[in-house]
């Protein structure tokens, strides 16, 4: 029986189009078929980088008497929770409600309503470790939908109930001020790890936007121990196995406390949102650890995830063939001490072996080593260092790569855009800058319609059935925000403009809450709304950075009154959980600063002009916006009666609604910013 999965956009559900079970695609058609047969949704989330779910697929789904018992009994439906955010979010709620924990891939049966009644994520093939087998639930599942039908409906219901009733009741009691952020940093010291950078215990996932906060209140306090935290953990990730040695990007997490074993999947937003931080950090200390790292990151995403059509895949499998066959997780990037001398020969791989870290035992599974900078750089000869990388990243071009996830998602892209934009003005690359560009005009012709409205995904530069979420609007705004900054371009912040405006008219919630999909959205058993940043901003942490920057551009009360009650979230979850809401937290410091509002004036071609721009782009005041180009250009509103100085350029510098006078000399825009 063929599945319905064939012309789907997902490479997620493609991965399942020819399994044996009858996958549809999430549909009210799919519902309608369970009524009509009167048997259960069997519903199953993942995406196509995620291990365990290439592991249940492998052991369950492509397995026929298995797939028989599901073609028999359920409906099963197989969604991308990449691609459907709110789907996932909706059900990842109950099934943490249900079993206190979640994760993928999750594994739910709801009733032909679309109302779940029984939990779990991965399910083996027989019973072990105290799991049932998969097909012990199915059977258990079937059971129960055949003769306690009652008790399933009643469970059910009270979920639902539950579930609607976790309203969320966080905006509305005004911004978080100096205390609450004061409390944060307080907090975040506490969770600090200070022999191993980073907060918490194993796993460690690289804390980008807790990062992006302690740098923005280093320079909006002065404090030393905010800059040292970030820098430190900035430099243990950076010389850990979580980063990649040989090819630049970062790991998505890592499985122990040091950084040094990572689950090696390479996710888009991941390696954007540490890009600018790196690159924030070298604005900040001149760190030259910072830039190269900045830097091999922007590479990465331009030479591993930038599609055809300009915008950047999703992510890089965690698996790949380790030359037998075999999928093995890690296989692309480790290396055992015989690998590195069948590549560099014995002394040099003598040399690489004591550079990277790799040991006879290896510091992964079956006597492999991911590659680390356990000591300072500068013991070895640099030339010679150089050399060894090259070759073993040659070598290593020819195992076979891990699978890539092509699907463009719209907020990654933004969160993209911003890192590229930014960090090709920091480092004089403006190849970078380009790239940024193509990703944004690419959303610009395939994502959004004559109304601006979003769509969440393409594929081969062609636009998915998904309404975007407010985090597809929020992010690529901050990505286009960036790009008007970069390039002078006014045309991104117009573009920003009508996203934020939509976000206004579909995604708000009383007391300056936000939802996270739209007022017109297709109706789940609850509106998802989640205020905390996790792998990536929030949607709603975002759009209130988005909100925030574009009022300051544009001097629009209700974007700025919108960011202001967005963050009352922050005020709440602030003190109590900084590591949760770290995005949040980075806005708020934005907030509190201003944020300053720089507008530059003069001939492009003008020396003067270029520098008091670049002195501009390296000011660390939190979330400051910058306009440049002509005197009363009409590419943006902060040019506006901004007139030459004695015939020649000048910056201007305003917050909260004042503004000094305007300065003709670079050295004196810097101590204002």
């Known amino acids: 029986m063929a599945n319905r999965l064939a012309h789907e956009t ?38 196509s980088s995620c291990h365990w779910c290439h592991v249940m697929a492998h052991e369950s789904f492509e397995d026929d008497a298995t797939a028989a018992l599901v073609n028999e009994n359920f409906v099963a439906v197989k969604v991308d929770r990449e ?53 012990e639930v199915l059977e258990g599942v079937k059971g129960a939908w055949a003769d306690r039908r009652d008790e399933v409906g009643e469970v059910a219901e009270r979920i639902v109930k539950d579930l609607a009733g976790r309203s969320l009741a966080y905006g509305g009691d005004g911004v978080p001020g100096e205390e609450e952020l004061a409390q944060a940093l307080l907090g975040l010291t506490r969770e600090y790890d ?4 980073g907060f918490g215990g194993a796993p460690k996932f690289p804390p ?24 430190d953990t900035c430099e243990a990730m950076a010389r850990g196995g979580i980063y990649d040695q040989l090819g630049g990007g970062f790991a998505r997490y890592a499985v122990d406390r040091a950084w040094v074993v990572p689950h090696f999947e390479k996710m888009l937003y991941d390696n954007a949102l540490l890009c600018r931080v790196y690159a924030h950090l070298w604005r900040a200390t001149g760190s030259d650890l910072a830039r190269r790292v900045a830097l091999e990151t922007a590479d990465f995403l331009v030479r591993e995830l930038r599609t055809p059509e300009g915008g950047f895949a999703s992510a890089l499998d965690a698996d790949s063939d380790d030359g037998t066959g075999r999928h093995v997780e890690g296989a692309y990037y480790a290396w055992t001490p015989d690998q590195l001398t069948e590549v560099l020969g014995a002394e040099d791989a003598a040399l690489a072996a004591a550079h990277y870290g790799v040991t006879e035992d290896g510091t992964f599974e079956h006597g492999s080593s991911v590659l680390q900078l356990p000591q300072e750089a500068g013991l070895a000869d640099a030339d010679r260092i150089a050399s060894i990388a090259a070759r073993l990243l040659a070598a290593r071009e020819e195992r076979e790569r891990p699978g890539r996830d092509d699907k463009v998602v719209a907020a990654w892209n933004g969160l993209a855009i911003a890192a590229l934009a930014e960090t090709g003005a920091l480092f ?15 959303l610009v ?59 206004l008219d579909r995604f708000t919630a009383e007391g300056g809450a936000f939802y996270d999909t739209a007022h017109d959205a297709e109706a789940l058993i609850r509106r998802p709304q989640d205020p905390t940043d996790n792998a990536a901003p929030s949607g709603w942490t975002a759009a209130a950075g988005a909100l925030l920057s574009y009022a300051a551009h544009t001097g629009s009360d209700a974007h700025r009154a919108a ?48 520098e008091l721009r670049r002195t501009a782009l390296l000011a660390t005041a939190p979330g400051a916006v910058l306009a440049s180009g002509a005197p009363d250009s009409e590419e943006f509103p902060l040019l506006k009666d901004r007139p030459l ?29």
């Not at 049966?109 to 994520?121: H, I, K, Q, R, S």
């Open 194 to 197: 200070a022999t191993r950078g």
């Open 208 to 231: 980008s936007m807790t990062l992006e906060f302690l740098l923005r209140h280093h320079a909006r306090t002065g404090s030393e121990g905010a800059l040292q935290m970030a820098a």
């Open 428 to 442: 004089d690359r403006p190849d970078l800058v380009e790239r940024a560009t193509e990703a944004a005009d690419l």
């Open 563 to 610: 960011a202001e009650g967005g963050l009352g979230v922050v005020k709440a979850l602030g003190p109590r959980a900084p590591r949760f809401i770290g995005w949040g937290l980075a806005v708020s410091e934005a907030l509190l600063d201003g944020p300053r509002e720089i507008a530059v004036v003069g001939a492009s071609g003008d020396a003067v002009f270029q």
């Open 445 to 503: 012709r395939v994502h959004m319609d004559e109304s601006a409205r979003l769509t969440r995904t393409s594929k081969d530069g062609r636009a998915g059935t998904n309404d975007g979420v407010l985090e597809d609007y929020a992010d690529v705004a901050e990505g286009f925000l960036a790009l008007a900054a970069v390039t002078g371009e006014g045309a991104w912040l117009d573009f920003a403009g009508f996203l934020l405006d939509l976000v």
């Open 645 to 673: 100085v004695a015939g020649g350029p000048a910056a201007y510098v305003c917050r909260h609604f004042t503004c000094d006078a305007p300065v003709t000399d670079p050295e004196a825009l810097r101590r204002k910013l």
């Open 83 to 135: 691609e459907r955010p709110d789907v996932d979010a909706v059900y990842m709620e109950a099934v943490q409600a249900a079993t206190g924990q979640g994760g993928w891939p999750m594994t739910v049966f709801l009733t032909p309503d679309a109302a779940p009644f029984y939990f779990g994520t991965y399910f083996p093939p027989e019973p072990r470790h105290g799991m049932p087998s998969f097909p």
């Open 10 to 47: 997902s490479p997620y559900l493609l991965q399942h189009a020819d399994n044996p079970v009858d996958w549809w695609p999430w549909s009210a058609a799919a519902f309608e078929e369970a009524r009509r047969r009167d048997v259960p949704v069997l519903l199953s989330v993942g995406y």
